[in-house]
């Protein structure tokens, strides 16, 4: 397997038709931006369908996508999955509806720079490449939040493409080989998370093919801004890695004892307090800087929490096929 940077290039030659599929809840506020930059692709609008899937939406969200298919100079396809309440299941749903031999994956929140489309897809000229993963960056923040995140790459694909057990990609950037999905499965729609991993790692699993990074194909998201989100964000991270656990023995993460994490909270007063005040004076620290331990102390305690608390559904184990 290989995740190398590939550097896209314009290739007028190879241009595969292609599936965009984004699943969508309650996103009447991001679509018309988001919209927006599915316009400035760079890719042949005639080699390209968006397949919008509304996952029972209480907003006008539906009415917007209905209303876009009709005006858009794009192909857009206005898709409802109103069974199953999962990300996951309304991917399916797009999968199923499609007709390219790319599928690429992007999120209602996500705003793909105009080369995004036509970087992601480049690689796949070499048959071998099976999975693609696009960069993830963060749209300007001005929170201490969001610097603090923006500041660990929080988003990046590298946390995934490094992943100890196997690299991934996150699906707010991805595409697959349709071939490939037709021989593993889809998404597993009763999971609520972590099936990103679960997806790319049944295809590396199956030796179908390789992966490989583009780095120029890139999605900016926004970072969270409040604590609560902050929380709700890295408790999910924790669940996946439960459920990643029970689906593939996938090392827990271990949390932090209380020592531990009394320790780093004098430290942090004790030493990194002082020796960011020097820096400060000398204008070489932000505020940012000063709240770095604490918040990561707060996202490691939320994190544990999620892995402590969740337990892989039943139905998860269910694979939905074309």
């Known amino acids: 397997m290989n995740h190398s940077p590939v550097h896209a290039t314009t290739t007028h030659s190879f241009l595969p038709k292609v599936s965009v ?21 760079t890719y042949p609008k005639d080699r ?9 939406s209480s907003d006008r969200t539906l009415t917007f996508l209905k209303t876009a298919a009709e005006l858009s100079p794009l192909t857009i396809h206005p898709l409802s999955e109103n069974q199953i309440q999962s990300s996951y299941a309304a991917r399916n749903t797009g999968i199923r509806s499609a007709t390219g031999e790319i599928i690429a994956f992007t999120d209602a929140d996500c705003r793909p720079q105009p080369q995004w489309l036509e970087s992601l897809i480049q690689p796949f000229i070499n048959l071998d490449v099976v999975i693609v993963v696009g960069e993830i960056t963060a749209l300007p923040g001005k929170s201490i939040l969001e610097q603090h995140a923006d500041r660990q790459e929080t988003l990046s694909q590298k946390h995934t493409l490094s992943h100890h057990f196997c690299a991934y990609g996150q699906t707010a950037n991805l595409a697959i080989r349709r071939l ?5 499965g889809l998404f597993r729609p009763y999971l609520t998370t972590g099936g990103d991993a679960d997806i790319c790692w049944r295809i590396l699993m199956a030796k179908i093919g390789k992966l490989e990074f583009a780095p120029n194909a890139v999605v900016q998201h926004r970072h969270r801004t409040t604590l609560k989100e902050l929380q709700s964000q890295w408790r999910r991270y924790g669940r996946s890695n439960r459920y990643l656990h029970e689906l593939y023995g996938v090392e827990l993460m271990p949390g932090l004892t209380r020592k531990e994490y009394y320790y780093r909270l004098v430290r942090w007063l004790v030493k990194e307090i002082p020796k960011n005040i020097l820096k400060a004076i000398a204008g070489k620290a932000s505020f940012v800087d000063f709240l770095s331990t604490p918040i990561g102390l707060f996202t490691a305690k939320a994190r544990y929490l ?17």
């Open 180 to 184: 490939a999905l037709e021989k593993v």
């Open 21 to 41: 599929v984004v699943p969508i809840y309650n996103g009447e506020i991001d679509l018309p931006d988001l919209i927006s930059c599915l316009l400035s692709q």
């Open 48 to 56: 390209v369908e968006y397949l919008l899937v509304d996952n029972n």
């Open 306 to 322: 999620g892995q402590s608390e969740a337990k892989l559904p039943e139905q998860a184990q269910i694979i939905d096929w074309l």
